[in-house]
């Protein structure tokens, strides 16, 4: 079992452990399409202005969200989780940069990566410590720069540049977790978010949408 499983089993509930089987199950085999799966699970990312679909605000939260929608129909996935992971990280990494204006001036240029705004926030009582090391734990498993092709070091083993596709399964579902607790702190400070994530519902496990 790897990390990124050890760590989503002590972390997630039964519903969720298994709902990210389901999901690995459903991304693997290409007779089905997840996306309806994957979608259903999300925020709405997207309104409707002048007959044509934009992306909410704030971007750097929501937009991520429409690229983990789309790429979870990729007949190839388990080649490209790297890239997949990208976007999960991107989410996460969107929620915590709108918390900069609360950091002093002299502790961010506004460009730092997902890992370093961790400590930050935590020591200004803006995230819990149980969130915090969640997140730090997520960022050294999942965010990983030599597993993404932003900062891709090539070697030839390729259990150090690949994940696989039920760590992925399971990290979108850490993800969901995390943010719902940034959604919730966000708004208690005033940040405006249109759309929040939706509840898990019984059915998701029992859903297998075909490629049509």
Not at 119 to 137: H, N
Request: aromatic share 10%; glycine share 4%.
């Amino acid at each position: 079992m790897t990390n990124i499983e050890q760590f989503a089993l002590k972390t997630l509930g039964p519903m969720e452990a298994e709902f990210a089987k389901h999901l690995a199950m459903l991304l693997e085999d290409n007779k089905y399409d997840p996306q309806p799966v994957v979608g259903s699970i999300l925020p709405v990312y997207w309104e409707h202005e002048d007959d044509v679909d934009v992306t909410l605000s704030p971007d750097n939260i929501y937009r991520p969200l429409y690229y983990i929608h789309m790429n979870s129909g990729d007949r190839n996935f388990e080649r490209n989780t790297r890239s997949f992971l990208m976007y999960v990280s991107a989410h996460l990494e969107g929620c915590l940069k709108n918390f900069i204006p609360s950091l002093p001036q002299n502790r961010t240029t506004g460009r730092e990566p997902f890992g370093s705004l961790i400590k930050p926030l935590k020591e200004l009582g803006i995230l819990t410590d149980k969130l915090a090391v969640d997140l730090k734990i997520f960022n050294d498993l999942i965010n990983v720069p030599s597993k993404h092709f932003s900062a891709y070091t090539p070697t030839r083993k390729l259990n150090e540049r690949t994940f696989s596709v039920l760590e992925t399964a399971y990290a979108v579902v850490l993800m969901r977790n995390l943010s719902i607790e940034l959604f919730s702190i966000l708004k208690s400070r005033g940040i405006a978010l249109p759309q929040g994530w939706p509840d898990f519902k019984d059915e998701l496990l029992s859903w297998f949408p075909l490629v049509k």
